[in-house]
């Protein structure tokens, strides 16, 4: 295939003709020296650059973590080029710089990105090596190892939907296969049929951990567990291992099944460029020199007589090197201009709902959860690229049946029974969703996604702002207290996903808003965040229809009008609030604004401090703990500019700084109802 067009629009110098071939296929008789002679040229090219780069580093002219293929060359090169760039995925790992120049882009433009200068394909924003192409399939790495396999997951099967017969590749270390990820997404690839080879790079440490004190036992042995086959192969053994390589490639491609490969490498160098080695024998040390199969197999080719070949190439590529990191070493730094509008990927690609039919059916009374139901319903059933995934959802319906029926419509290519893997199934999203679909996940208790934090936070939510890629998905939390679940399935967490930038957040209070932000949600193209009180699934029953000013869930909406205070709130406390409001203009006489957010990120406080420039008085009602809760975010934002506005102290009402307790008369100490509202609203106007 042809080279990828540069991100970046710099005048580097031209690519040698020799680097435009990036395709390898092995053929049943085995490797020939022309395909030895293909997978040296890239293995040499990325030698060279690599050492090019810890020569930089070395002249503190690079910064950050700057890690080296060195030793991992024969396997990561012959991955690359055996791959169909048009249509597989794929991460690299620190150690995958020969996959990176084979993938895409000009080499200048992986240089910029170890510069972190202006040319960089991530403007600066991500770190040396976790950079990706997510335009071509490449994921991008974080530095939580293993997180990348389940991307790799996602991307693939959004691949095979598509009618791509591609198939996903997934590197990782020895120290990166102790991660948890790492079982959940092997797991997931065998039950899901998902056709992805797991590579592990074993160089022997994890840093400077030693493997005995990683596992026991082999890697290799794992596949069997997760019943899919296993290879253990030797990285300085390049020639047998080509036909290996092609092989596993081909069986994956045409079976569908995953497989895992277990690959003994050498690491020449540190960890990375600060790393001393002096944890390492040197004996062993110069055992890795000894079998560098860069050397050898150069040594090979030149013994069978292309030693003229080898030095042309080999001069061009060095030339090409020097050449092109001494432009790039001109290029100018980056500039912060623009950094906080890139945290949010424009949406741009709205959903041309159906209108319904005005009939009774459409118009019926539901619950908060029907109402849900229906919006994923209607979603399923207009938007090809969706996709509804979580525990129990299929055939069962949901703890709260909130997926009921969605199964036995859309059958099970698009509602999807997950085993018990949160953080995997975030990540198997992420990748879904970067390659063009818009899934939906249910966690089955808001609680139960801190499991998958990092994918959501450290990963999905900031995946625009590190590579420019979209990942328009909607993350599902039911939430709340008020039913006696007990600490684990019953907390509000929006606080904690909130401080974290890149994700949105809605959390509606009516049937008719849940519909509606559901659509909302579902046609932004960042990840969504989407909290449902469990109390309100069947507390409340609205008319619902289709709006179509669905998108005003976005700004606050006004509940009840007045002039002597402007409390916000959202959730269920929207309705205890309301009651306890309802008292305080029985009995005071006393009118209150009532704002309820719905939309927590992006935040639009425009109305609200209007209304409180008016009322001089605030009040903020969550059911979130006070303690580093949302409230006092509320408040602050508020305040810093207004304070001059109010009469009297913000006040905030909340939950009780503790673990949710089990047992109902404790929870409804714990918790605000409409009596703690209203004891703490009195106390609070008494004070003045």
């Not at 160098?269 to 050898?296: F, M, R, V």
């Amino acid at each position: 295939m042809s080279m990828t067009t540069a991100r970046s629009q710099v005048a580097y110098p031209e690519t040698p003709e020799i680097l435009h071939e990036r395709d390898l296929r092995v053929t049943d008789s085995g490797a020939t020296d022309e395909d030895l002679l293909l997978a040296w040229r890239w293995m040499t090219y990325s030698r060279f650059t690599d050492n090019r780069i810890f020569e930089l580093y070395r002249q503190g002219k690079m910064k950050g973590t700057v890690t080296v293929s060195d030793g991992n060359e024969g396997l990561v090169a012959p991955i690359a080029l055996m791959m169909d760039k048009a249509i597989d995925c794929v991460s690299w790992t620190h150690r995958g710089m020969p996959g990176h120049l084979v993938w895409s882009d000009h080499l200048g433009d992986h240089v910029s990105q170890f510069l972190g200068n202006s040319a960089s394909p991530t403007k600066g924003r991500e770190g040396n090596a976790h950079h990706g192409d997510p335009a071509n399939r490449s994921f991008p790495m974080i530095s939580h190892l293993g997180k990348m396999s389940s991307n790799v997951l996602g991307g693939t099967d959004s691949q095979r939907r598509k009618g791509h017969n591609a198939i996903g590749v997934t590197f990782f270390g020895d120290g990166g296969s102790s991660t948890g990820e790492i079982h959940e997404s092997m797991n997931l690839a065998s039950v899901l049929d998902l056709p992805v080879i797991f590579i592990v790079e074993n160089n022997q440490y994890a840093y400077s951990t030693p493997l005995h004190e990683q596992y026991a036992g082999k890697l290799v042995d794992r596949a069997a567990g997760y019943g899919m086959k296993g290879i253990e192969l030797e990285v300085a053994n390049i020639e047998e291992n080509l036909k290996i390589f092609q092989d596993a490639i081909d069986e994956t491609r045409e079976t569908g099944r995953p497989m895992l490969i277990e690959v003994h490498t050498l690491r020449l160098l540190g960890h990375a460029g600060y790393d001393t080695l002096d944890y390492i024998d040197p004996e062993l040390s110069q055992k890795w020199l000894d079998e560098d199969c860069l050397k050898n197999l150069r040594e090979r080719l030149v013994a069978d007589g292309h030693g003229d070949r080898v030095e042309a190439e080999e001069a061009t590529l060095k030339s090409f090197v020097t050449e092109t990191v001494n432009e790039a070493l001109k290029l100018p730094m980056c500039q912060p201009e623009g950094l906080i509008d890139d945290v949010y990927a424009p949406s741009t690609t709205p959903v041309d709902w159906k209108p319904e039919a005005e009939t009774e059916t459409e118009t019926e009374t539901v619950t908060f959860a029907q109402a849900i139901n229906r919006a994923l319903a209607k979603i399923l059933a207009e938007s090809p690229e969706s996709l509804v995934m979580g525990q129990d959802i299929a055939d069962y319906g949901g703890p709260f049946k909130v997926t009921k029926s969605l199964f036995n419509t859309h059958g099970r290519s698009r509602v999807i029974n997950m085993p018990i893997c949160e953080s995997a199934m975030v990540g198997y999203a992420t990748g879904q969703a970067v390659n063009g679909h818009r899934p939906i996940v249910e966690f089955q208790f808001a609680d139960f996604a801190t499991d998958a934090t990092t994918q959501i936070t450290l990963n999905a939510g900031t995946y625009h702002f590190r590579s420019g890629a979209k990942a328009p998905m909607i993350l599902r939390f039911p939430c709340g207290g008020g039913l006696t679940f007990g600490s684990f399935h019953s907390q509000d967490l929006e606080a904690l996903y909130l401080h974290i930038p890149g994700t949105k957040l809605l959390y509606p209070s009516t049937p008719q808003d849940a519909y509606d932000a559901l659509l909302a949600a579902y046609e932004d193209d960042n990840p969504v965040l989407f909290f449902e009180h469990k109390n309100l699934y069947n507390l409340l029953k609205a008319p619902v229809s289709f709006n179509p000013n669905y998108r005003d869930v976005w700004q606050p909406s006004l509940r009840r009008q007045g002039d002597y205070a402007t409390v916000v709130t959202y959730g269920e406390m929207t309705l205890w609030a309301n009651d306890a409001l309802d008292y305080l203009s029985e009995e005071y006489e006393l009118e209150c604004d009532l704002f309820d957010l719905r939309a927590l990120a992006p935040l639009n406080l425009d109305r609200i401090r209007q209304s409180v420039a008016r009322t001089g008085r605030l009040v903020v009602i969550h059911e979130s703990r006070s303690n580093v809760g949302f409230g006092a975010e509320l408040v602050a934002r508020i305040t810093e500019e207004q304070f001059f506005d109010l009469e009297a102290p913000p006040l905030r009402i909340a939950s009780k700084n503790m673990p949710v307790p089990f047992a109902a008369e404790l929870e409804a100490d714990y918790r605000p109802d409409k009596n703690s509202i209203l004891n703490a609203l009195v106390d609070w106007i008494e004070a003045e």
